[in-house]
T-cell receptor, first 112, second 115 residues
Framework: GQQLNQSPQSMFIQEGEDVSMNCTSS?????WLWYKQEPGEGPVLLIA?????ELTSNGRLTAQFGITRKDSFLNISASIPSDVGIYFC????????????FGKGITLSVRP | DVKVTQSSRYLVKRTGEKVFLECVQD?????MFWYRQDPGLGLRLIYF???????EKGDIPEGYSVSREKKERFSLILESASTNQTSMYLC??????????????FGPGTRLTVL
């Protein structure tokens, strides 16, 4: 099935830095979700976005639903070592039987 | 908080064995999903269910079947396990938001190795 575009595959940052991740698609989505997955665990929902233009924060995380409905970004401010993990974006279209479309994820490493 | 649990965190089986992966959610969610996750391929949907006794094929259903006899439980079955089914298996559940499928919540995953 179609996948969302997330790049680069890996990011390396210094503790305390801010980092921004983008997720793009050629199709429109009605819901954008951001998940974080730590090694050996399932993905955990970070932020859900339901409306174009919506900007939502969860602690040091901020995510936005793009105006075109074809993209979303996630910002992490003042990174800490426990931010390491894989960050997935996912999109959902309108429809009772709709399925999530996932990006392949970005692996974030934070150097102390 | 939503809780999705999976019966095993790690499982080792032999080629040809029948394998059952169980998933239980405690939030009365309508929808349940099974994915597999492989390096470089991301999350791929195997099967999903929008109601008890109802199932639909996802993107990669071959070699798998599912069962949903009760609303809270969704089982993934590998009829005859093969080495290419070695993977991380993730279960998820979601509610309906009006007429729309809502956000999915994931279990911790089962790392299956088929020898």
């Amino acid at each position: 099935g179609q996948q969302l575009n997330q790049s680069p595959q890996s990011m390396f940052i210094q503790e305390g830095e801010d980092v921004s991740m983008n997720c793009t698609s050629s199709s429109i989505f009605n819901t954008w979700l951001w998940y974080k997955q730590e090694p050996g665990e399932g993905p955990v929902l970070l932020i859900a976005l339901y409306k174009a233009g919506e900007l939502t924060s969860n602690g040091r995380l901020t995510a936005q639903f793009g105006i075109t409905r074809k993209d979303s970004f996630l910002n992490i401010s003042a990174s800490i070592p426990s931010d390491v993990g894989i960050y997935f974006c996912a999109g959902l279209r309108t429809g009772a039987n709709s399925k999530l479309t996932f990006g392949k994820g970005i692996t974030l490493s934070v150097r102390p | 908080d939503v809780k999705v649990t999976q019966s095993s965190r790690y499982l080792v089986k032999r080629t040809g064995e029948k394998v059952f992966l169980e998933c239980v959610q405690d939030m009365d969610h309508e929808n349940m999903f099974w994915y597999r996750q492989d390096p470089g391929l991301g999350l791929r949907l195997i099967y999903f269910s929008y109601d008890v006794k109802m199932k639909e094929k996802g993107d990669i259903p071959e070699g798998y079947s599912v069962s949903r006899e009760k609303k809270e439980r969704f089982s993934l079955i590998l009829e005859s396990a093969s080495t290419n089914q070695t993977s991380m298996y993730l279960c998820a559940s979601s509610d309906m938001r009006g007429a729309l499928v809502d956000t999915q919540y994931f279990g911790p995953g089962t790392r299956l190795t088929v020898l």
